[in-house]
């Protein structure tokens, strides 16, 4: 059974940080893309980042190009995300993604259940 659990989420101020966790289960981790994506109330699911399999692709929405960084730990099939400079803006419910392939995903098939990160003014 493959399981994405996310954790890291939480209350900060404005301009703080946190960093995300998502640990896998169930499958091979290193053969995975892994991406993150967030939602707010009222919102639609959006992408904030993904990373290859290996690490030495990533890419970012650009509402978060350079405050965040995506990173992964295939030792310990993990995946995470660096969130600096926080913005009201970014409050959301954020989900971490896997999907099977050695490119560039077009969709996830693998989802988690979602970390709440909340930035106060």
């Known amino acids: 059974q493959v399981q994405l659990v996310e954790s890291g989420g939480g209350l900060v101020q404005a301009g703080g940080s946190l960093r995300l966790s998502c640990v896998a289960s169930?499958?091979?981790?290193?053969?995975?893309?892994m991406g993150w994506f967030r939602q707010a109330p009222g919102n639609d699911r959006e992408f904030v980042a993904a990373?290859?399999?290996?690490?030495?692709?990533?890419n970012y929405a650009d509402s978060v190009k350079g405050r965040f960084t995506i990173s992964r730990d295939n030792a310990k099939n993990t995946v995470y995300l660096r969130m600096n400079s926080l913005k009201p803006e970014d409050t959301a419910v954020y989900y971490c993604?896997?999907?099977?392939?050695?490119?560039?995903?077009?969709?996830?098939?693998?989802w988690g259940q979602g970390t709440q990160v909340t930035v106060s003014s």
């Open positions: 990373i290859s399999w290996g690490g030495g692709s990533t």
């Open positions: 993604a896997g999907e099977l392939t050695l490119g560039t995903p077009s969709e996830y098939t693998y």
């Open positions: 169930g499958i091979t981790f290193r053969n995975y893309a």
